[in-house]
């Protein structure tokens, strides 16, 4: 293929817009899946992508395309739109020209689109707005164009009206693709040189590493450098139609994958240039590392399942290169690690692959945002190499005796809602501590507005509960805004007198009292009654600051039966035993797996 005829692009939009739907139908129109009622989000694959009804990972496919008697070769990826994901967006814009931005008719402008769109606008990709869902009865692609030019400052009559489910218009998307975003600037006659822009790990082969070629071509069984590692491969390649596809060479422009050969899971390194052994170049800029902005300690059930478990989050951590990943320890849960991810429904989605996936069981800890202590303490400030610390573990929590100023992470959030919905945001964004920085109107009913967080006051529920006030109307992103200097201490949760590792939290010191006494409520909620009087006590040092008790009980199931069911009593039995598999014992007290994270949220 001539370089002139590749077109690179991705698909960006707010959650739930529409973008695996209209994958779906480019896929079908250019023949690279049959037409089915089966073949829905086809690019979904994994489980918990199906289950949840999100696109979590990017994915590519290569599509033939002929238009005007032309053949094109498209390379689409697919992307996550949820605002932990953004990370898969910006690789998969680095291999790209061009964009779809999607807007739901109905919907309009939403905060990831704002987003996405200015990730795409940065990168100086050519951007095609296209307004989906055309077939829906409210649907009003007028006001939403109005909201394009507002926003965007795109001209109106540059989007595209379609609907991705009917696949009306879906054409025109593939011609203003050739039409409208410029081909890949790479010259096949340079030597061979490949952006690693994402991988993923295979139980069978290994390593597959998605790349771009930036210049020159590569075939079967050439000599493959690592300029990263400076190790070399020797790679079977191919494109992804969406399913992967052998072929014998690659050329430059085009996105395909390597099967490299790479034993260990570190070695595909994303943002890392490939070259050949005999031709080095100069490497590629590569990519800025993920921040991350909620850690959690993750631990094996049982120290014996320590292995597996660690393989099990090394090939997880191949596929998702944003989630950090540290090794630590514990008194009470032994070995483990601490990560840190991207967000909460990040941290979820890691442990629900892990279960999933890898059959793992894992304990998680209470997610903690990465604070920060100015220490006073000479001492302290020769054992760390430094007067400023980041903690990212509350069993880490330096005392205040030692520290000048402790500091935590601030975000700069931005919501869009509809009008009638302002007040109520505004007071809950207030009793989260949050500054108002802007707000205008984007078109007559919908306003947008930005506002200061502390990351701590928002990580963990407020998404959910912007979402329950404005009956999902609203929506919500978030950047990076540096710290500010916050009163904090650490609060431990203790049952009958021992402490709980996985609930030691860092708390703003005004608002101790109130977490600690909701935190206790809501755990005497998720602990059965067990056969001795359990103890529940929030503590700041020696000092208890709220408590609540849960009875005696004798949880006898075999009292439901009357009489003499054998099969039924070994069945109750049965079921009992399953659900203590889930329990964690601290001390002697039986805590269901599931129960912390529940109690973290405020309701
Ligand atoms: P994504 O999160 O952007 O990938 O969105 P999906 O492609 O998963 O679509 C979200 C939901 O919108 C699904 O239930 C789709 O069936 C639905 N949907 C997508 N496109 C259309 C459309 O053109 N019309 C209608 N009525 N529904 C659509
Ligand atoms: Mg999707």
Redesign the pocket.
């Known amino acids: 293929f001539n370089v002139d005829k590749i077109r690179n692009f991705c698909?960006i939009?707010?959650?739930?817009?529409?973008?695996?739907?209209?994958?779906?139908r480019l896929l079908e129109i250019t023949g690279a899946i049959a037409k089915t009622e089966k073949n829905?989000?086809v690019l979904?694959k994994l489980q918990v992508e199906r289950e949840r009804?999100?696109?979590v990972k990017a994915q590519t496919a290569s599509l033939f395309y002929s238009h005007q008697g032309q053949q094109y070769l498209l390379n689409l990826i697919?992307t996550?739109?949820h605002v932990d994901f953004s990370y898969e967006v910006s690789r998969s814009i680095s291999a790209c020209q061009g964009v779809l931005l999607?807007v739901d008719a109905n919907q309009g402008i939403q905060a990831q689109t704002v987003a996405n769109f200015y990730l795409a606008f940065e990168a100086q990709l050519a951007i095609i707005p296209v307004i989906?869902?055309?077939?829906?009865r409210n649907a009003d692609p007028e006001r939403v164009e109005s909201q394009i030019e507002k926003v965007f400052d795109i001209p109106r009559e540059e989007c595209i009206r379609?609907?991705?489910?009917?696949g009306?218009n879906v054409e025109k998307v593939l011609q203003a693709v050739v039409d409208r975003i410029p081909p890949p600037v790479a010259c096949p006659s340079d030597p061979f040189k490949a952006l690693v822009f994402d991988s993923s790990f295979d139980h069978y082969r290994g390593v597959v590493t998605n790349v771009a070629l930036f210049g020159g071509q590569v075939k079967k069984g050439d000599r493959i450098v690592s300029a990263y590692l400076g190790k070399t491969y020797e790679g079977e390649l191919g494109l992804f139609r969406p399913d992967e596809h052998p072929t014998q060479k690659l050329y430059a422009g085009q996105v395909g994958y390597i099967i490299a050969g790479m034993k260990d899971v570190k070695e595909a390194q994303i943002g890392d240039t490939l070259h050949l052994q005999e031709r080095p170049v100069e490497a590629l800029p590569g990519f800025k590392p993920a921040k991350a902005m909620v850690f959690a300690g993750m631990y094996p059930m049982d120290q014996s399942e320590y292995p597996g478990l660690r393989s099990a989050i090394e090939r997880l951590t191949l596929n998702d290169s944003s989630v950090t990943v540290q090794r630590d320890s514990s008194l009470a849960l032994g070995a483990g690690w601490r990560l840190g991810f991207l967000g909460l429904l990040h941290m979820e989605v890691f442990n629900q692959r892990l279960e999933q996936e890898y059959n793992a069981s894992v304990i998680v800890t209470a997610p903690t945002v990465p604070y920060k202590a100015i220490l006073s303490s000479a001492k302290l400030i020769k054992e760390h190499g430094g007067k400023e610390i980041t903690i990212v573990n509350p069993a880490q929590f330096p005392d205040k005796a030692a520290v000048s100023e402790y500091l935590e992470p601030v975000v700069l959030g931005t919501i869009l809602a509809p009008d009638s919905y302002t007040g109520k945001i505004m007071s809950m964004c207030l009793s989260r501590r949050a500054i108002q920085k802007n707000i205008v109107y984007i078109d007559d009913q919908r306003v947008m507005m930005k506002y200061l967080f502390p990351l701590n006051e928002i990580v963990v529920d407020f998404y959910d509960q912007l979402k329950s006030l404005s009956s999902g109307y609203a929506s919500f992103d978030y950047e990076n805004a540096g710290y500010q200097t916050a009163e904090l201490i650490k609060m431990d949760i203790l049952l009958n007198g021992k402490p709980v590792e996985e609930l030691a939290t860092i708390v703003q010191r005004d608002r101790a009292y109130s977490t600690g006494k909701s935190m206790c409520e809501r755990l005497k909620d998720a602990i059965p009654r067990q056969m001795f009087e359990i103890a529940i006590q929030a503590a700041i040092g020696s000092k208890i600051i709220a408590r609540e008790t849960i009875k005696a009980y004798r949880n006898n199931v075999l009292a439901k039966c009357y009489g003499g069911d054998i099969t039924r009593k070994m069945k109750l039995l049965k079921k009992q035993a399953e659900g203590k598999k889930k329990m964690r014992l601290i001390g002697r007290v039986e805590v269901p797996k599931d129960a912390f994270i529940n109690v973290l949220k405020r309701l």
């Open positions: 698909i939009a707010h959650i739930d817009h529409g973008k695996s739907t209209l994958a779906d829905k989000q979904d009804g999100i696109t697919d996550p739109g999607i989906n869902k055309i077939d829906l379609i609907s991705a489910k009917l009306t």
